[in-house]
């Protein structure tokens, strides 16, 4: 089949409920390239939604896997221990933000081992409800789909949910009613902290500390907008957790695994989370997620409340030591540092130009997961990442707001981030001069 046969075939059998950026067929990577059937070649500003993290088809991550399909494809977590298992675990436990974040259970995606944290929490504490921030992205499983917060979408039409869920609002500075009114004197330096408040007022109204059995909270905001926490405030929830025997749970599926520029985000706040759930870059792409507490919370837990068919897959593991390794001999953190300081510093002059500024209302982030907001009710952001798209390069929109986040692998070149950013200056200076792309993007609405 053509590409366009293959498209229509897609569309043709293939839930509609899925969302897509584009019609195009994918079929292979290699680094931060995707090349398409037909044989278009994209640099690639997703990485699969922050899943690749170590580009397409890294040479070590693939030979470890192929390794492991020789050896053994499937060793049932609830049968035995099988080796590439506790082999991760090795690697893991040196990276992990704290030291006693030391017992691990694996899954398959992010969603269930959000549920998987709940489940814990839930208990452990003996406690039920479960308090979560608006905007946040949780997953869109029955359970997690009550806890996503980003857009209604999401659970629209699919109630009742799960019961126990409340929302409290993140520390969103560039969003925040108090900062924007306060003349400056408020903001992501010096935040009101007045979403510390809402918190308190929600424990005192709606759910008791004596029924609330753990914060969870993306330490950065995900698909809600690329959205770091204001100095100050992980280490306010940490109070509060601490002080009405709440745990806390961070969920890193996004911003772990050396996104912002450390192995974990909550290292740049160094606050210890109670539990911590990791997933997409946890293996570059394989089918692998995972949770990590304390062990007198895991081993509170009887035998057979915990597994799953494909619970820990051997495969994943093996390509999950071996992107672990990859972090160490490849020096990856050094480079998110030194490529996410050349990308921000574009988006930043992109801001400060009077010919591009005036589409452009705050730019953010850590590392490489950096996100560019632009003014309301005119659709700039899609505009950009369709102007991006015909000069072949591939990026995302999110949020409920006009945004634009930027997802590159963390291990890509200097040339490769120097082509990017010309692409995106050039993009931004096109949109910002009243032309119209050909394709209109995802119109912010990002997939996930």
Partial sequence: MNPSALAQFGTRHIAKGIGRLSSEVIESGSGSYLTMVGGRKMLDFTTGIGVANLGHCHPAVTKAAQAQIG?????????????????????????????????????????????????????????????????????????????????TVYGEGYAPLMPGVFSVPFPYCAQCSIANHSGGKYGFGNCCMDPVLQLELLLKRETAPSDTAAIVLETVLGEGGYVPPPPGYLARLRELCDK?????????????????????????????????IMAKGIANGFPLSAIVSRKELMDAQKPGTMGGTYAGNAVSCAAGAAVAKAFQDEQILENVNARGAELRGTLDAMKSDPKTGSIIYDVRGLGLMLALECVSGYGYASKIQARCMEKNMLVLTTSIYDTIRFIPPLNITKEDMAKGCQIIKEAIEEVAAGEKPAETGTQGQAPE
């Fill in 71 to 151: 050896k053994l494809v499937h060793g049932q977590v609830n049968v035995a221990f099988q080796k590439p298992y506790l082999d991760l675990i090795k690697c893991l436990i040196p990276l992990m933000p704290h030291k006693s974040l030391d017992t691990f259970f694996f899954w398959n995606s992010g969603a269930e081992a959000v549920e998987a944290a709940v489940k814990l929490a839930r208990h452990a504490t003996k406690k039920q409800n479960i308090i979560v921030m608006q905007g946040s992205y949780h997953g869109r499983t029955f359970g997690t789909m009550a806890m996503t917060r980003s857009k």
């Fill in 244 to 276: 009405n025997n709440i745990l806390l749970v961070a969920d890193e599926v996004q911003c772990g695994f050396g996104r912002t520029g450390k192995m974990f985000a909550v290292e740049h706040w160094g606050v210890r989370p109670d539990i911590m």
